[in-house]
């Protein structure tokens, strides 16, 4: 390793396979966060329960998605210290101190664009709490932004190739940069664009001291982390339908915890006194979310089978997963691509009351009008026609009579242009409707943002070294 620090001995995690005769206990994965954005507090019941079970323990924060990372590099092009997890400091106050001292790992991939950037934040954090500053691994390769990468990734995008500013570039990599950094000592293990399940996978390697070559062990931990990547939605969050599949105290949701036995079964469960729910059904739904083919699920580390898998609620709020296979990883690792767009205008009017519903369709059609032909418009009646896409109203035709017409109508345009002032015309024009428009109009509010095009491509690994490194405030980027 490059970058050494001392006195690690104590906090190393084992190295090397276990043996069959001395199998090593269970390991407890906690999940803090599933996205950027989601709540600062889920982590405190999840530290405490994993406090409480005295067991080897991991907290892992998942806050990165595709547009996410892009919008990180635009971040950090204006501001080099920025470029990592907005919220950072915000998720990880209220348990930084105690996952220290109890000596829970934390593994994350909100380094984002700028692992070294949130290692200094959280240095900045354990100074303002008193505590010391942890041992902090950075994990690298996975940023292809350099001039090296640029012919590879045309090549391998093919006509898909953007045509505008190239925004951003990642790369998928896999669990044994994490892995590595935690039986090395790290405390806290600080990513960028790894594969979600990863950061379970990732820790399940370094404590069981499974082989990168046991497809079935890593499927295993693989599919854990899936179970776990999303936070709440495991435990009842983006489950509930009243009345048909019913959730006790989602306001309080507790976000799961995995136990994974060293033979990679695992069980799901949650904090005792948290609202939520986990049962076969939602562990069920979770574990094919986004999988697009449970008998190949692809991930840099492992080919996941789950078409024979099952699980059994062996306690209440508690689910174990059996019966996953896996396949030798691929050859290629995928790539996001993330490119300027051009402009997105939106803008938003109401009518409400008698002939709310025709008054809402003349806007439309003055608007259209306006307008003209110019650009991508999309126009919906939020409540009544805004989520099965833009039929220009053609079901609104269809309502048996005036009676059952709605009477309180949101009026939504969306507007793509290629530069920030035209975008701005369908913001004035709607503006102008209280006016010019139908009667009784209110509350316009307008929005004018970038967007972001996403393309996708696969390079062979070999072409896509990664590792890691150890942070020190004077340490360079990687």
């Known amino acids: 390793m490059a970058n050494t620090i001392p006195d690690l001995n104590s906090t190393r995690w084992p190295s090397g396979p276990a043996s069959a005769s001395m199998p090593r206990g269970p390991l407890l994965v906690g999940c803090g966060a599933g996205f950027s954005g989601d709540r600062t507090d889920a982590a405190r019941p999840v530290v405490d329960a994993l406090i409480a079970a005295a067991a080897p323990a991991v907290l892992i924060f998942e806050t990165l998605a595709e547009r996410t990372l892009a919008l990180a590099q635009l971040a950090r092009a204006r501001d080099p210290a920025a470029g990592y997890e907005p919220l950072l400091a915000d998720l990880l106050r209220p348990v930084l101190a105690d996952c220290i001292a109890h000596g829970i790992r934390i593994v994350s991939n909100f380094g984002a664009a700028n692992p070294a950037g949130a290692a200094a934040c959280i240095a900045a954090l354990a100074a303002e709490l008193g505590i010391r500053v942890p041992r902090m691994a950075l994990v690298h390769g996975d940023d292809l932004m350099g001039a090296e990468h640029v012919q590879p990734l045309q090549d391998a995008c093919g006509a898909q190739w953007p045509a505008s500013r190239v925004v951003s570039a990642n790369a998928y990599i896999g669990a044994q940069p994490i892995a590595q950094a935690l039986q090395d000592g790290a405390e806290i293990v600080i990513a960028g664009r790894v594969a979600d399940p990863a950061l379970v996978l990732g820790p399940a390697v370094a404590w069981h001291g499974w ?8 499927a ?4 854990a982390g899936h179970l776990l990547e999303c936070g709440s939605q495991v435990s009842g969050g983006y489950f509930a339908d009243p009345g048909y599949k019913d959730v006790p ?5 507790g976000f799961p915890i995995a136990r994974i036995e060293a033979d990679g079964r695992c069980t799901i469960s949650k904090p005792e006194h948290t609202g939520g729910l986990i049962n076969a059904q939602t562990v069920k739904e979770q574990l094919l979310y986004e999988v697009h083919d449970p008998a190949a699920y692809l991930t840099p580390d492992v080919v996941a089978d789950i078409s024979e898998a099952w699980v059994t609620e062996v306690g209440l709020n508690q689910v174990r997963l059996e019966g996953v296979r896996g396949h030798a990883r691929p050859s290629h690792l995928k790539i996001n691509v993330c490119s300027e767009r051009g402009w997105l205008a939106e803008a938003e009017i109401s009518y409400a009351g008698a002939h709310a519903l025709a008054r809402a369709q003349l806007a439309r059609q003055i608007i259209a009008t306006r307008l003209g032909a110019q650009g991508t418009l999309r126009c919906d009646f939020i409540g009544v026609t805004s989520v099965l896409g833009d039929d220009q109203g053609q079901w609104l035709q269809q309502l048996p009579h005036a009676g059952q017409a709605p009477r309180d109508v949101r009026v939504r345009w969306a507007w793509e242009q290629p530069t920030a002032q035209a975008a ?10 209280y006016t010019c428009g139908p009667g009784g109009g209110g509350g316009v ?5 970038s967007r972001l095009s996403t393309v996708s491509c696969l390079l062979p690994r070999e072409q ?13 980027q990687p």
């Open 220 to 223: 295993r931990g693989t599919m």
């Open 445 to 449: 509010r307008t929005q004018l943002r």
């Open 424 to 433: 701005e015309v369908l913001l004035r024009e709607v503006n102008a409707l």
């Open 464 to 476: 896509i070294p990664c590792g890691w490194r150890w942070w020190s405030p004077a340490a360079a």
């Open 211 to 218: 082989a990168w070559d046991d497809w079935d062990l890593l």
């Open 249 to 253: 105290d989602l306001a309080h949701v």
